[in-house]
């Protein structure tokens, strides 16, 4: 394990040995298939080895995620604040899962900013800028997945890894690679995937669970951004998709039903640049994909109080769905030479 340090990893075994025994486990807000994966993954293999943890995601997550716990639907800390809060102040140790900044705990942030608990964080975006007592960060990897399987490994606890963590973890890295097909050049994720497969992941059910599992309602409201609500600059090669909370309720709306909708316009060709926007209750949810060197994480940081990975980041904007549309288009002009660049 070359990436996890040997001294930090004996360091953070004692501590787990000796120190811990409740643990809470919290990835970021809007959770998608890596933040719940991950999450779950972990902490199944906890539980298998001994420690008493729990998962606290801070808002819905996806139902189709929730085959992947065995013991039930994660806390929601937006419905059960109360109850996350008391587990948080009797635990031992956090652990925050695929994010690299406090402003990514959604409600939870609030309460955690007095936390004095130990923190672990364990992510794959780039500049983390969390305070943790132990930081295991890797922006080459896959996924926060993908990590937590080298994290377990690390810690000497691959005998917990089950099935149920094995899927969980499997899932994770799929849903961050869209199915191995980017951010997947590195070796030793297919030798991870392996391993996850030995222990009994199932691909075809986490591949069915993640993509073939909707609504008629979300397979109509893909159609409707497609064909009547896609907008295309091809002077930029970019493309734009919003919806409003009209829209939205209209076509039933559940949380993960828009998860890679940003995507499509990617495939046309000449497109590099691919815009979503959401109306939520009190304010406009963005997420930006690209191809190839635009770093939508910088545009996204600048523009839109927002980050992620180059190709995939999100944001978000206080202004009216109107305003947030107007300043995304009037930016446009001065990235064309970077959207230009690959050409
Ligand atoms: P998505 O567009 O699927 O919500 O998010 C894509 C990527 O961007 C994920 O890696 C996610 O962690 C990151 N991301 C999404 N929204 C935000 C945000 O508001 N702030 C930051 N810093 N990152 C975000
Ligand atoms: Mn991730």
Known sequence: ??????????????????????????????????????????????????????????NDFPVYLSWLSSEGIPLIYEHSSKRCNNLI???????????????????????????????????????????????????????TSEL???????????????????????????????????NASRPDMYRIVGELIKRGADKERINESLYNNFSEKR???????????????????????????????????????????VNYPLSIKGIVFSAFFMEKHDYVKISFRSKGSFATNDFSGVHFSGGGHR???GGESKLSMEEALALFKVLLPQYSEQLEKDF
């Open 1 to 58: 394990m070359e990436r996890f340090d040997v001294n930090t990893c004996k360091k953070v075994k004692e501590w787990l040995r000796k120190e811990v025994k409740k643990i809470v486990i919290i990835p970021h807000v809007n959770p998608d298939g890596d933040a719940i994966g991950s999450a779950l993954g972990l902490n199944s293999v906890l539980n298998n080895a001994g420690f008493e943890s729990e998962v606290i995601v801070p």
């Open 89 to 143: 102040d009797t635990a031992d140790a956090l652990f925050f899962l695929d994010f690299n900044d406090v402003k990514r705990l959604g409600k939870l942030e609030e309460y955690l900013n007095s936390n004095t608990k130990p923190v672990v964080l364990i992510d794959h975006h780039p500049d983390p800028a969390i305070k943790a007592e132990y930081l295991f960060s890797d922006t080459d990897v896959s996924s």
């Open 148 to 182: 937590v399987f080298d994290f377990v490994d690390a810690m000497g606890m691959m005998e917990h890894l089950d099935v149920t963590g094995a899927n969980a973890l499997l899932s994770g890295i799929i849903a961050d690679t869209g199915s191995l097909s980017h």
């Open 219 to 261: 397979m109509r409201l893909l159609g409707y951004c497609l064909s009547e609500k896609m907008e295309i600059y091809p002077q930029y090669r970019t493309a734009l998709i919003w919806l409003s909370a009209e829209e939205l309720k209209r076509f039933d709306f559940h949380p993960g039903d828009t998860e890679g909708f």
């Open 311 to 313: 190709n995939a980041s």
